[in-house]
């Protein structure tokens, strides 16, 4: 499904073997269950010697804050790490993590010595500028004692930031998968491809809609469809740096489709919901019938708070949606680099991983092979089934490279951002 994945299991191998074991159990707060292959003397020396250089610093943590769920959840993890590890977290709320890009920047260009950020939730285009302008602080990532069992085999998207290679510099923290939701009452056959889709949207015009790009939702529902639009044999192109021709003439569909489209939709395309949480709310309300989701389980985890119907279902292109993994990143100038690795290892380790992943706190995909975890931290992994979640799964399409993001939302604000 992912021909454009090169991974190298030598160095898979090299790194997996080099896990400390008491490392691991202290960032993961295990119990002997835990139990990895022995590391070096050096890198037991190297954690513990993080672990002594964290106690008493400050994590400025800068996470959006757009979610109360989530919030709640990076205020917990902070108490966690302060209580083991002595380390303060301050959680600093962003709404656009490209805001923390040019901050970043900006103090490289000032020559900043010790920055304002020290560790960074960040993906796709934001991941791919820190990396080409040398922003950022690593390789660090795979020397975290917790990362021993993430999934890289299964998930390949955790060492693959749409399409760019993170070789060691983000720490992988969540998975994330265009989903669709819809009340099954008003809509008892949800569509499950492109063709359905376009097709329900004229025939309730004015029920349908996107979260207006540049929101990373609407913006991924561009990309989905600039995907399903293009035969598989031509998606190549896609993983590689864009080029100014090549993006003229493979959007053209997209934007012949959504010229047909926007007329169908709510407010005839003229306007478009603020966000996936504005549009979700929306379809609550009843003034939508579809809302679209980057959270497989947000519909599980909106029935639990009761701010959807029980009877939401979640539904995905059978032909597969757009995946990625979300990343933790750590600046090159941070001020507190040991307590950022330490709190990014915590956010790695299975009990955090599995709190994250529980619908009642979160609902955020594990990026961890729960199968190769011992049994006792298998355990943290077993839920209900919950109304709401999605009953099938389906491929997972990579995101194209992050150089597309722009142009894609340079282009579509032209056309239809009045």
């Known amino acids: ?215 990373f939702h609407g913006t991924t529902f561009l990309k989905q469809l600039l995907l399903d639009l293009t035969p598989k044999s031509e998606h190549g192109v896609f993983y590689q740096a864009v080029r100014d021709d090549v993006f003229a003439r493979m959007s053209a569909p997209l934007w012949r489709t959504l010229d047909a489209l926007h007329p169908h939709l709510w407010r005839k395309g003229k306007q478009f919901p603020s966000s996936a949480a504005a549009q979700r709310q929306m379809m609550a309300d009843g003034e939508l019938l579809l809302a679209l989701t980057f959270n497989p389980n947000e519909a599980a985890n909106e029935i639990a708070a009761q701010r959807l119907t029980p009877s939401t279902v979640s539904f995905q292109f059978t032909g597969g949606t757009i995946g990625n993994t979300h990343f933790l990143a750590i600046p090159f100038n941070a001020g507190a680099r040991a307590g950022a690795q330490v709190l990014a290892n915590f956010l790695l380790s299975p009990q955090a991983q599995a709190r994250k992943a529980d619908i009642a706190t979160w609902g955020d995909p594990t990026v961890l092979d729960v199968r190769r975890l011992p049994a006792a931290e298998q355990l943290f992994f077993q839920a209900k089934k919950q109304a709401g979640a999605l009953t099938e799964s389906v491929p997972t399409l990579p995101e194209p490279h992050g150089s597309w993001v722009h142009p894609l939302e340079l282009e579509w604000t032209r056309r239809y951002g009045v």
């Open 1 to 215: 499904m992912k021909p454009y994945i090169s991974l190298n299991p030598g160095h898979s191998m090299a790194v997996s073997t080099r896990r400390t074991a008491l490392g691991w159990l202290a960032a993961a707060g295990g119990t002997a269950s835990g139990l990895l292959p022995m590391a070096s003397q050096a890198d037991t020396a190297a954690w513990t010697r993080t672990l002594e250089q964290a106690r008493g610093q400050t994590v400025y943590f800068n996470a959006w804050g757009g979610a109360p769920t989530i919030n709640a959840y990076i205020q917990w993890a902070g108490e966690q790490v302060l209580q083991r590890y002595g380390v303060r977290v301050v959680h600093v709320k962003v709404s656009d993590a490209a805001d923390v890009v040019k901050r970043v920047r900006n103090e490289k260009a000032a020559a900043k010595p010790e920055g304002s950020v020290d560790l960074v939730w960040i993906n796709g285009e934001n991941f791919l500028t820190m990396k080409r302008e040398g922003l950022l602080f690593g390789p660090f990532a795979e020397q975290l004692p917790s990362f021993a069992y993430v999934d890289t085999q299964g998930k390949p998207t955790t060492r693959l930031d749409f399409a760019e290679p993170v070789e060691g510099m983000e720490a992988p923290w969540g998975m994330a998968q265009l989903t669709f939701m819809a009340d099954a009452k008003r809509v008892p056959q949800p569509p499950r491809d492109l063709a359905a889709w376009l097709a329900f949207a004229a025939q309730h015009p004015g029920r349908s809609s996107y979260p207006r790009p540049p929101d």
